[in-house]
């Protein structure tokens, strides 16, 4: 058995470097979605047991600077606004911190060393309104540059996103292929992730696409990782080939 699954993998490998491509039937073939839909429900994809309330998570662990603006504005979300409002002034930081790193003028601004944080933050205050963010997330901003704390921006969005993520009760998932799935593929490996976290719980999932895996899938869920790619099981089948 060993020999007939050696034998099949190196011919594999043969054809990736005879042709430089694999078809997409072997890029995405059954067998490999068929694994990932057979998974059993305590496979160790999860971070926690699916069959645990998602009333017991525990709140995310924050630290540091980043931590402290992440929670302060989560708060002050609940208080002025709403949960729905979390994810429009997730989105509406990401906007500011692309405008930031890719517009001339508001980088410029903001990493001028001559001028004060408060004369930053008027002088901000007068553009920010063109890009219509939520007011919770323009107060934000504000207060960030005028206290100074404008290079945390990226930190406190990493750890806002973790505090998004639990309020809303979303769990993050990403599938890597060497091709973009078909619908069809793409709806067999949804439904797969969805059976295996709570019923209360919302997957948000990402797509990537990497050639460099030759074929399968690469998948994770929440933090763990299946490693489902022709490339990983090549190396598997040389490394055994080596040792024999």
């Known amino acids: 058995m060993f020999r007939r699954f050696a034998l099949r993998a190196l011919a ?3 054809q990736t470097v005879q042709t430089g491509v694999i078809s997409r039937s072997a890029v995405l073939s059954a067998a490999f ?5 057979a ?5 160790h994809l999860a971070t926690r047991s699916f069959a645990q309330s998602a009333r017991q998570k525990e709140a995310p662990a924050l630290f540091g600077t980043s931590g402290k603006y992440a929670t302060a504005l989560s708060e002050a979300v609940q208080k002025r606004g709403s949960k729905g409002d979390l994810r429009k002034i997730s989105g509406d930081l990401k906007t500011f911190y692309d405008t930031y790193k890719t517009f001339k003028p508001v980088r410029d601004l903001l990493d001028n060393p001559i001028l004060k944080p408060d004369q ?3 002088k ?12 919770i997330a323009q107060d934000f901003i504000l207060s960030l540059v005028g206290s100074g704390q404008v290079d945390e921006l990226k930190d406190i969005m990493i750890d806002f996103e973790k505090l998004v993520a639990y309020e809303m009760n979303e769990v993050n998932a990403t599938v890597v292929s060497a091709e ?3 619908r069809e593929q793409l709806d067999r490996v949804t439904a797969s992730l969805k059976s295996r976290i709570d019923p209360s719980e919302t997957l948000v999932l990402t797509q990537k696409v990497d050639p460099s895996i030759l074929g399968g899938l690469v998948v ?18 040389d490394f055994a080939l080596r040792k024999h």
């Open 12 to 14: 594999l490998q043969r």
């Open 39 to 43: 998974l059993p429900t305590t496979s």
């Open 33 to 37: 979605a068929s694994r990932v839909h």
């Open 124 to 135: 901000l205050n007068q553009a920010l309104p063109t890009l219509k963010l939520h007011p």
């Open 180 to 182: 973009a799935l078909s």
């Open 120 to 122: 930053k933050k008027a």
């Open 220 to 237: 994770s869920l929440d933090g763990r990782s299946l490693d489902l790619s022709v490339a990983s099981q090549i190396k598997k089948i």
